[in-house]
């Protein structure tokens, strides 16, 4: 069946570092994939998708590019804020309809002043 | 716009209480779903709707029953509340044109203490 797999964290970065999230899955089919990130207390909301291979999903100035090559749609950031300290989920969609969404088990970014 | 609301915020329930945790959403979406978000885990889906009138079983129902007589709200129900039920709920709801890729939008959860 589908999966998502990502990075452990927590991941602690100083403020101004480079931020890469890993985040590989297995899919039968094209999926769409996402990123969503849950600031604390919060629910989850997205912060980008690709819907098929080679997009580029960017915003805020996160970046991430399905690879169907490396099944990968990796996370980065080149200089992170405190701001941007919360838990990110990777996911993958298939077909029409979100029940077919696959969520990680979500990577948390500390980011230091 | 308010997208997705939820209410309670947090609730504590006694074993083989019972309770509905209610969800509405104003944007007119066709799909509506339950997950519980556990400590370290990803989101595992409970139940989902494609419309009003229909619903359908995720990957975690047992325990719970849900409903959708209309459009806007989708309420979870919990009957005979047990420990293991202890988790983060979150509903969600997206728009499906039928092309693949929605994005679904969250509610801010409810947390819910079983003791």
């Known amino acids: 069946g589908n999966s998502v797999t990502q990075m452990e964290g927590p991941v602690t970065l100083s403020e101004e570092a480079f931020l890469t999230i890993n985040c590989t899955y297995t899919a039968t089919g094209y999926p769409s994939l996402f990123w969503y990130v849950q600031y604390p207390g919060e629910g989850l909301q997205l912060l980008l998708k690709a819907t098929k291979a080679d997009d580029k999903g960017s915003n805020k100035g996160f970046e991430a590019t399905y690879r169907k090559e490396t099944t990968s749609f990796h996370l980065e950031k080149g200089s992170v804020q405190v701001s941007d300290s919360a838990v990110y989920f990777c996911a993958l969609s298939e077909g029409t309809g979100g029940f077919k969404t696959i969520f990680g088990a979500g990577t948390r970014l500390f980011v230091k002043a | 716009n308010a997208g997705v609301t939820q209410t309670p915020k947090f609730r504590i329930l006694k074993i083989g209480q019972s309770m509905t945790l209610q969800c509405a959403q104003d944007?007119?979406?066709?799909?509506m779903y339950w997950y519980r978000q556990d400590p370290g885990m990803g989101l595992k889906l409970i139940y989902y709707?494609?419309?009003?009138?229909?619903?359908d079983k995720g990957e975690v129902p047992n325990g719970y029953n849900v409903s959708r007589s209309t459009t806007e709200d989708f309420p979870l129900r919990l009957e005979l509340a047990a420990p293991s039920q202890t988790s983060v709920y979150f509903c969600?709801?997206?728009?499906?044109?039928?092309?693949?890729?929605?994005?679904?939008?969250f509610g801010p959860g409810t947390r819910l203490l079983v003791l």
């Open positions: 709707s494609v419309g009003a009138g229909i619903t």
């Open positions: 944007m007119n979406h066709n799909y």
């Open positions: 969600a709801s997206s728009y499906s044109a039928g092309q693949g890729g929605e994005t679904q939008y």
